[in-house]
């Protein structure tokens, strides 16, 4: 199995609402991702296995020193094989390399392994309100 990082990798919105519905375990929903993408992003990093999108994370911004993960999904049949450690590596390194001091990422606590463990994040106070 050979896979590929790419930062601002192409996609097509037909492949990306796939793998979301498939990783998330939703119905797709034939979102806009390429307007929603350029709009918000500084970039995204797109994985990809014989040329099949497998990963996907997209890294939001203020457009000053603060970044944001968001998205970080892997297909299933790949979950567990270090796709989403890759993944999240890369848009580090590339948030970095834009000039962005702090990355940020909300997740749930059953990914709290995988954000503090596997990639790095440390544990920090935050506040949520929902809208």
């Not at 590929?4 to 919105?13: L, V």
């Not at 970044?67 to 299933?76: E, G, N, P, Q, Y």
């Amino acid at each position: 199995m050979t896979i590929t990082y790419e930062w601002r990798g192409p996609f097509d919105d037909a492949s990306l609402d796939a793998l979301h519905a498939d990783g998330f375990g939703h119905p797709v929903t034939g979102t806009d991702w390429r307007t929603q993408l350029e709009r918000h992003s500084l970039g995204w990093v797109c994985a990809r296995e014989d040329g099949a999108l497998i990963g996907f994370v997209n890294v939001v911004w203020d457009g000053g020193v603060h970044a944001f993960l968001l998205d970080t999904v892997v297909a299933r049949r790949c979950q567990g094989e270090g796709v989403g450690a890759a993944l999240v590596t890369t848009a580090v390194e590339r948030a970095r390399a834009a000039g962005c001091a702090w990355l940020h990422v909300d997740f749930e606590d059953h990914l709290r392994p995988f954000y503090l463990d596997a990639c790095g994040f440390e544990e920090t106070t935050a506040g949520l309100i929902a809208l």
